[in-house]
């Protein structure tokens, strides 16, 4: 009953947010427009406002005249002067922290994090919470888990002061409704103080166990999910010492026999990416849990909360109320609008956010689905610009996800990555021998045409024989980048895999 009056709570707190966005659809130019002013109106005296004469702006034309489109290399001086203590640099706002996220190249990326910034992503959450109890309402009836990520290694600090970490889930909330959330998490949030990956994984399955009353599980990447379910059957022997003596036998049965929805009776909904390789995990969720919903989670990242999935649509509706949006059309190179939107073109997102990004391209693929309700409906389709690239060939995402195709979906794992002079293909449950992944490369022209040079050596094969889903995100995790941030590719451009993956080569 006490979750149920708390759920509810926030629906009260969240109304208000929803019925705006829901009136939002209908002005959609004067919402965004308002919301592109109001941030360089409040930055327009700090240092990159003035370079760009943010004060002598008063629409999103002038802006486009006045401002360049921009990517993370472009913001390095200023991030360096931040991290160095400077205020004022790209915003008036003071930096809360530096968050990491992955770069192209597999290094680091510093992202500041603002008061404003923290603000916009929670006008997106409190619509997508309002939206989602609106359509499975047993949902308010019990405990939440949303995905927590452990600390593993002490906050560093800039030489400025300035703490470099991650934000939680949790902590994009007000100040009311974490207090709210906290007593509805499954998982006690002090878990991510934990600073081995293996007491984070029995802490966290601990907890999950014991909780009789699971309606929600909020993860990032659904092979997260896979792990945790992977550890409780690898440790059910030594978890059963913490459950609770009166359930302790029938759990212990339910996980030997895989009925997770007879340990998690009332577990409505799980939300978790589904785009990209990600969707390849849906139907092993779902095979564990049949009677549950899986949901997938709008486009996000660590810079911007682009959109949110919204009733029982396909897709996922722009976040009208979050940032200020542009769209750069693939076919035609010109500039679109929240609100001038083409039906099946395919854009890549930009964004300028309260958090000193201004006209950042994010590399983010969408198409429009539809519009409906006056809403944009958008699917994600994938990045843009990533390429590996020795000696020229510039093997795309796209073109591995395209001629390997069947071999992803018949494997349990895929990921190719260069190596020296060569490419390795990493991969899990699938007979592919040297020769076989060669050819494939070799459609790529400009690949064939190095190997018949003698540029690049024949390709490689690497058989996993771990789990290398938790190897990934735990190599991930101790560089810095929070669990919530990891997204598994097909096309990796770092090169020392063959040491984090248990495995060996063909």
């Given at each position: 009953?006490?979750?149920?009056?708390?759920?509810?709570?926030?629906?009260?707190?969240?109304?208000?947010?929803?019925?705006?966005?829901?009136?939002?659809?209908?002005?959609?130019?004067?919402?965004?427009?308002?919301?592109?002013?109001?941030?360089?109106?409040?930055?327009?005296?700090?240092?990159?406002?003035?370079e760009h004469n943010f004060?002598?702006?008063?629409?999103?034309?002038?802006?486009?005249?006045?401002?360049?489109?921009?990517?993370?290399?472009?913001?390095?001086?200023?991030?360096?002067?931040?991290?160095?203590?400077?205020?004022?640099?790209?915003?008036?706002?003071?930096?809360?922290?530096?968050?990491?996220?992955?770069?192209?190249?597999?290094?680091?990326?510093?992202?500041?994090?603002?008061?404003?910034?923290?603000?916009?992503?929670?006008?997106?959450?409190?619509?997508?919470?309002?939206?989602?109890?609106?359509?499975?309402?047993?949902?308010?009836?019990?405990?939440?888990?949303?995905?927590?990520?452990?600390?593993?290694?002490?906050?560093?600090?800039?030489?400025?002061?300035?703490?470099?970490?991650?934000?939680?889930?949790?902590?994009?909330?007000?100040?009311?409704?974490?207090?709210?959330?906290?007593?509805?998490?499954?998982?006690k949030n002090s878990i991510?103080k934990e600073k081995s990956?293996?007491?984070?994984?029995?802490?966290?399955?601990?907890?999950?166990?014991?909780?009789?009353?699971?309606?929600?599980?909020?993860?990032?990447?659904?092979?997260?999910?896979?792990?945790?379910?992977?550890?409780?059957?690898?440790?059910?022997?030594?978890?059963?010492?913490?459950?609770?003596?009166?359930?302790?036998?029938?759990?212990?049965?339910?996980?030997?026999?895989?009925?997770?929805?007879?340990?998690?009776?009332?577990?409505?909904?799980?939300?978790?990416?589904?785009?990209?390789?990600?969707?390849?995990?849906?139907?092993?969720?779902?095979?564990?849990?049949?009677?549950?919903?899986?949901?997938?989670?709008?486009?996000?990242?660590?810079?911007?909360?682009?959109?949110?999935?919204?009733?029982?649509?396909?897709?996922?509706?722009?976040?009208?109320?979050?940032?200020?949006?542009?769209?750069?059309?693939?076919?035609?190179?010109?500039?679109?609008?929240?609100?001038?939107?083409?039906?099946?073109?395919?854009?890549?997102?930009?964004?300028?956010?309260?958090?000193?990004?201004?006209?950042?391209?994010?590399?983010?693929?969408?198409?429009?689905?539809?519009?409906?309700?006056?809403?944009?409906?958008?699917?994600?389709?994938?990045?843009?610009?990533?390429?590996?690239?020795?000696?020229?060939?510039?093997?795309?995402?796209?073109?591995?996800?395209?001629?390997?195709?069947?071999?992803?979906?018949?494997?349990?794992?895929?990921?190719?990555?260069?190596?020296?002079?060569?490419?390795?293909?990493?991969?899990?449950?699938?007979?592919?021998?040297?020769?076989?992944?060669?050819?494939?490369?070799?459609?790529?022209?400009?690949?064939?045409?190095?190997?018949?040079?003698?540029?690049?050596?024949?390709?490689?094969?690497?058989?996993?024989?771990?789990?290398?889903?938790?190897?990934?995100?735990?190599?991930?995790?101790?560089?810095?980048?929070?669990?919530?941030?990891?997204?598994?590719?097909?096309?990796?451009?770092?090169?020392?895999?063959?040491?984090?993956?248990?495995?060996?080569?063909?």
């Open positions: 009953m006490i979750n149920l009056l708390l759920n509810n709570i926030l629906m009260l707190l969240y109304k208000k947010d929803y019925y705006k966005y829901l009136s939002a659809g209908s002005n959609i130019y004067n919402v965004q427009q308002g919301i592109l002013l109001n941030i360089l109106n409040k930055n327009k005296l700090c240092k990159y406002g003035i004060a002598n702006i008063s629409s999103r034309e002038e802006y486009s005249l006045s401002v360049p489109l921009s990517e993370y290399d472009d913001y390095l001086p200023y991030i360096e002067e931040m991290k160095n203590g400077s205020k004022n640099i790209l915003t008036s706002d003071d930096i809360l922290l530096f968050e990491l996220t992955s770069g192209t190249s597999g290094g680091k990326k510093f992202i500041p994090y603002t008061k404003g910034l923290k603000d916009e992503f929670l006008k997106g959450i409190k619509v997508w919470i309002y939206s989602l109890y609106n359509k499975y309402p047993k949902v308010k009836k019990g405990k939440s888990y949303w995905s927590i990520t452990p600390l593993i290694d002490n906050i560093e600090y800039t030489k400025g002061g300035i703490p470099v970490g991650f934000e939680e889930d949790s902590s994009y909330f007000g100040i009311i409704e974490k207090h709210i959330i906290d007593k509805l998490f499954a998982v991510k990956i293996d007491n984070f994984y029995l802490k966290t399955t601990v907890d999950l166990l014991n909780c009789k009353n699971l309606t929600l599980i909020s993860v990032w990447s659904p092979t997260f999910l896979l792990e945790l379910i992977g550890y409780i059957e690898q440790n059910s022997d030594r978890l059963m010492q913490f459950i609770n003596k009166k359930r302790r036998t029938k759990i212990y049965n339910y996980i030997k026999n895989k009925e997770y929805n007879n340990i998690w009776p009332n577990l409505e909904v799980i939300s978790c990416w589904l785009d990209g390789i990600s969707s390849r995990y849906k139907n092993n969720i779902q095979n564990l849990f049949p009677d549950t919903y899986i949901e997938a989670k709008g486009v996000l990242s660590t810079e911007a909360f682009i959109s949110l999935p919204f009733g029982d649509i396909e897709g996922s509706r722009i976040s009208y109320l979050s940032h200020f949006y542009e769209f750069l059309n693939i076919d035609d190179n010109k500039i679109y609008y929240a609100d001038n939107l083409l039906e099946n073109n395919k854009y890549e997102v930009i964004v300028t956010t309260s958090g000193g990004l201004y006209r950042y391209r994010t590399n983010d693929i969408i198409e429009v689905v539809c519009k409906k309700q006056n809403q944009v409906v958008i699917r994600f389709v994938g990045r843009k610009g990533i390429f590996s690239d020795i000696t020229g060939e510039k093997l795309s995402i796209d073109f591995v996800e395209n001629i390997f195709k069947d071999i992803i979906h018949q494997s349990s794992f895929f990921m190719a990555a260069p190596l020296n002079d060569r490419y390795v293909i990493y991969i899990k449950d699938y007979a592919l021998n040297k020769i076989d992944a060669d050819r494939l490369l070799r459609q790529n022209f400009h690949f064939d045409y190095a190997r018949k040079l003698g540029q690049l050596k024949e390709t490689e094969v690497y058989i996993l024989t771990g789990n290398p889903e938790k190897e990934y995100n735990e190599y991930h995790v101790k560089k810095g980048i929070r669990l919530g941030d990891i997204k598994l590719k097909v096309l990796s451009l770092e090169e020392n895999w063959y040491n984090i993956f248990t495995g060996y080569f063909l």
